[in-house]
């Protein structure tokens, strides 16, 4: 099992900045890709971006050049530093990770982080 907990939202105005963390637990070994996705009230759970242990990333054409997604820890911990937030950002933001296995991919998820961009 892979336990994903993230950190880091809050209340921000628009044009500011945060940093969201995930740190995955547990059964980390074979860790794959890990991301972001976010669903805010009345939509559909979106991509936000997603890196994978070696490093590649991949970002919604909406937060490009605004978000950055890294890796640390052993690839076991991912950010999502966000600069020049819109309320549009407002959501609750998910960790994902997946794993592989002999029987295939496993994916994980965490609780999520209320991210609010309001003045």
């Known amino acids: 099992q892979v336990q994903l907990v993230e950190s880091g939202g809050g209340l921000v105005q628009p044009g500011g900045s945060l940093r969201l963390s995930c740190a995955a637990s547990g059964s980390i070994f074979s860790i794959n890709a890990m991301g972001w996705y976010r669903q805010a009230p009345g939509k559909q759970r979106e991509l936000v971006a997603t890196?994978?242990?070696?490093?590649?990333?991949n970002y919604a054409d909406s937060v490009k050049g605004r978000f950055t997604i890294s890796r640390d820890n052993a690839k076991s911990t991912v950010h999502l530093q966000m600069n020049s937030l819109k309320p549009e950002d407002t959501a609750v933001y998910y960790c994902?990770?997946?794993?592989?296995?002999?029987?295939?991919?496993?994916?994980?998820w965490g609780q999520g982080t209320q991210v609010t961009v309001s003045s």
């Open positions: 994902n990770a997946d794993k592989a296995t002999t029987r295939g991919t496993l994916y994980y």
């Open positions: 890196i994978t242990r070696s490093g590649g990333t």
